[in-house]
Structure formats: structure tokens, C-alpha cells
């Protein structure tokens, strides 16, 4: 059936964006790894369907295309690191916690997680190389990152294809990697019928899915201050689209008001007469 647009919108910077509806919209868990908690956890975002998470936009992105050592990493950096456990540990402390030290061979860096998860620490075992992004904070041990994301790999793992990555909006224990996840899927899955709701002209460089997904995936080479400003193309053609779906709204509410005609009412002398009274 064809989407629609909804009142609902999704904010991003000075922008709201126009989330869509139908009744033939794909239910969530048709995604890899929606079970009832996700559902619940993406509901409470305001998301109800497939086509809905696309229209769940950044609210800014990380630099993930270089390995920075750990030996330049700075207090206040966000970077990607990698390195050897060297030892994992729960330190006294008012707050339980699991540390792990890193090391690549240069400098050190301790991982440190408050919220333990069943089968993280089996993730963590000692001589294991892990990759991880996080922000580097003084802490009991030097610089610390706490509850970076990270992954386990083979030494002489290479990078990914370099991109830049997304950070959504979220709520409790939903995950920034489970939510480019799904935003992967959901683009591969919904993403070519969505339907183009603008004429030719206004979307010459970007239709709709090359928007939404230079949004979700920019390459690692765009023009990161025009997206955190809501200023690049792709962002300008949706926020377009949005003020021009509300300029209709507003138009046929003003013409089913104007069509709706008031009730006539006979002269009644005695009415006026009472009145005047």
C-alpha cells in the first residue's frame, strides 16, 4: 500500500524528519535479532515498523577509519584502539566493575565495564587481541574507557571499508552497533519501495534511498561538519520534503474547514427579542 505521511517526526539537530506509516508497513521483527525486549526497546523510541527506523536519524557521527596508538591517546579523545589483554580484574571499589588492562606494545589503556552481562568476560580473556571505540577518560588507572564498544580479532585483523559511523538517539539497553545493524537491514529490505513522494526537480542529486542512506552510511570522506549541521544535500532533500508534506496538510485542513458549512439559523424574532433582554 502506499506510505503516507504522519504528523509523527523523529528530531535531529534543528531539524524534525517525516517518519511515515501504512497499513501494509513491515512489522520490526521481521529484522535479525528483533525479539519482544528490542521491540519494546524501539517502541519507546517511537518506532513501530521498518520503514519507521529509517526515518530514526542521526544525531551525529564517529571517525572510525584509523587505529590511533594507545601511546597518543589524549584525555577527551574518542578514538579506535586496538590491543593484547594483558589482565582482567575486579578492583575494589564502591562500585563493582570489571577492568581490563590493553596493551599494544606502546602505551596501555584500561577498559572498564559497571554493568557485567552474562558472557562478557568470557569475551575478555587474558592474551586475546580486542578492538575498541570509546571516549578516554582519566580514571583509577590512567585513561580509561568505560563500556566502550569492542570486538574480539585475529591479530592482523584489517579495517573495515572506512566509513563514518552513525549515532542514533536511544534508550536503556539498546546498542549503538544493534541499531546500525538493523539500519543495515532495514535500507537492504525496505529501502527501494519506499515510495518517491517528490517530483523529478527537487531530488535531481538524491532520490529518497540514496538520501537515507547517505545519512545512515556516509563515506568515510563526507563532509562531517555539513551533517552535524543538518547543512549537506541528502538532509536538505528530506527536511524539503517534510516542510512541503506539512504545507499540504495544512492546505487541506484549511479546505476541509472551508467545506464545512455552518448550520443556518432561521430569523426568530422572539429569539431577539430575548436576547435583547
Given at each position: 500500500g502506499l506510505l503516507t505521511p504522519d504528523v509523527r517526526m523523529v528530531p535531529l539537530g534543528s531539524f524534525r524528519w517525516l517518519a511515515y506509516t501504512s497499513p501494509m508497513s513491515t512489522?520490526?521483527?521481521?529484522?535479525s535479532g528483533v525479539g519482544p525486549t528490542a521491540l519494546a526497546q524501539l517502541q519507546r523510541l517511537g518506532i513501530d515498523s521498518?520503514?519507521?527506523?529509517?526515518?530514526?536519524?542521526?544525531?551525529?557521527?564517529?571517525?572510525?577509519?584509523?587505529?590511533v596508538p594507545l601511546s597518543a591517546l589524549h584525555r577527551g579523545q574518542s578514538a579506535l584502539v586496538e590491543g593484547v589483554v594483558q589482565s582482567v580484574d575486579h578492583p575494589p571499589g564502591r562500585r563493582p566493575s570489571l577492568a581490563v588492562q590493553l596493551t599494544d606494545g606502546r602505551g596501555r589503556l584500561t577498559l572498564r565495564f559497571?554493568?557485567?552481562y552474562p558472557g562478557l568476560k568470557e569475551k575478555l580473556t587474558v592474551g586475546s587481541t580486542l578492538r575498541a571505540f570509546g571516549e578516554a577518560r582519566l580514571g583509577a588507572r590512567g585513561l580509561e574507557m568505560y563500556h566502550p564498544e569492542f570486538q574480539r580479532i585475529a591479530p592482523?585483523?584489517?579495517l573495515p571499508p572506512s566509513r563514518l559511523?552513525?549515532?542514533?538517539?536511544?534508550?536503556e539497553g539498546l546498542t549503538q552497533p544493534r541499531l546500525r545493524q538493523w539500519m543495515q537491514q532495514a535500507l537492504q529490505q525496505v529501502g527501494r519501495r519506499l515510495p518517491e513522494l517528490l517530483p523529478a526537480s527537487p531530488r535531481r542529486k538524491y532520490d529518497l534511498i540514496t538520501a537515507l542512506s547517505y545519512i545512515h552510511q556516509p563515506p568515510a570522506d563526507a563532509p562531517v561538519e555539513l551533517l552535524l549541521q543538518g547543512q549537506?544535500?541528502?538532509?536538505?532533500r528530506l527536511a524539503f520534503e517534510e516542510l512541503l508534506a506539512q504545507q499540504i496538510r495544512l492546505l487541506s485542513r484549511r479546505q476541509a474547514i472551508q467545506a464545512d458549512q455552518a448550520p443556518v439559523c432561521p430569523p426568530s424574532q422572539t429569539f431577539a427579542r430575548a436576547l435583547l433582554q
Open positions: 512489522p520490526l521483527d521481521t529484522l521498518v520503514e519507521a527506523l529509517l526515518f530514526h536519524l542521526p544525531r551525529g557521527y564517529e571517525d572510525r577509519s584509523r587505529l559497571y554493568r557485567v592482523g585483523t584489517p559511523s552513525a549515532i542514533y538517539p536511544t534508550t549537506h544535500p541528502a538532509q536538505q
